[in-house]
Structures are given as C-alpha cells and as structure tokens.
C-alpha cells in the first residue's frame, strides 16, 4: 500500500488550530512576500537590464496583483510543510529552508501551468528560461523567501501557535 504514514504526534494535531493560523499567514504574510516580490523583480531589473519575470496579461508587465495567489499558495506550503512535516520532526533550520525551497520553486512552476491549463494564459513568464514559469535563479529569490517566512512567522510577529510549549502548572 502507497500511503503516507503521518507521525503519531502529526495526526493529533488539530486541524482547527492549523487553518486558523493558515488563514492568519495568509491575510499577513502574502502580502509582504508579494511586495518583497516586487523588489526582487526590480533587483533584478537593476543588475541584468531587464525584468527577471513579466506578467503578459498585467497592464503593468513587471507585477501583477494576480501574482497574490501563488503567495498566498506558497504560504500555505510552508505553513503545511512546518506543521506537519518540520516542527513534529525538529528538523533544522537549514534542511527545512533547502525543502521548503525546492517544494516552493517546484510549486511557482505548477502555479504557472496551471494559470496556462485553467485560464488559457500564463500569469507569470521567465523570459529565456526553458522551463518558461521558473528559472533556476528563482532559487536564490525562494531561498530568501522561506528565510524572510521564518522570520516573519517565528519572530516579528508570532504567527505560529504555541503548541510547543509546555503546559502553565
């Protein structure tokens, strides 16, 4: 039997408790991943001379408030991942950047396909790059991205719950 066999420590976890804090990352957390996206574009632009992605059917071309899906898709994928997979674990900080790295990058070309697949039209083009929804040099972008996650979720605002801690006697 293919299954995926949870920790016992996962399967107790309360799924109330996980879409709660989900649905708080997402209305916190995607929009500053978006606007970090942004900058990265622009970064991007600064040193190469052109945008690293464009939007084809943004009036704006370099962004597209479209875009705020796949951030919010990709917080629920690091958000799923630490739940369920990294904290039950205690995991490290470095494998679960690489993971949620790879996991990610490998989620912004679904993403892109899909847009294709569903609406007929792609939301996000790498210019130049084979692969068309991500290039390889997203790697570095992703890693700073799961970085700027854990930061933001663990230790700005404590967007992640408690359920770590010891009990008050």
């Not at 900080?93 to 007929?120: D, H, K, N, S, Y």
């Not at 692969?131 to 663990?154: C, D, E, G, K, Q």
Request: glycine fraction near 8%; charge should be neutral; include cysteine.
């Amino acid at each position: 039997m293919n299954t995926i066999a949870l920790s016992a420590e996962a399967q107790r976890r309360p799924f109330g408790l996980y879409a709660r804090v989900l649905a708080t990352q997402i209305l916190y957390v995607a929009p500053l991943l978006w606007l970090l996206e942004l900058s990265q574009n622009q970064a991007w632009k600064a040193v190469n001379g052109t945008y690293g992605w464009v939007y084809p059917a943004s009036p704006y071309g370099w962004f597209s408030f479209g875009s705020m899906v796949l951030w919010a898709g990709s917080v629920f994928l690091m958000w799923t991942l630490h739940y369920y997979w990294f904290h039950p674990k205690g995991m490290k900080l470095w494998p679960r950047v690489a993971i949620a790295t790879g996991v990610c990058w490998v989620g912004e070309w679904v993403g892109g396909f899909l847009a294709v697949q569903l609406t007929g039209q792609p939301l996000h083009v790498w210019p130049g790059s084979s692969m068309v929804y991500v290039s390889f040099p997203a790697m570095f972008f992703w890693v700073s991205n799961v970085i700027i996650y854990h930061l933001l979720t663990a230790y700005v605002i404590d967007l992640t719950p408690n359920y770590d801690a010891p009990a008050d006697t």
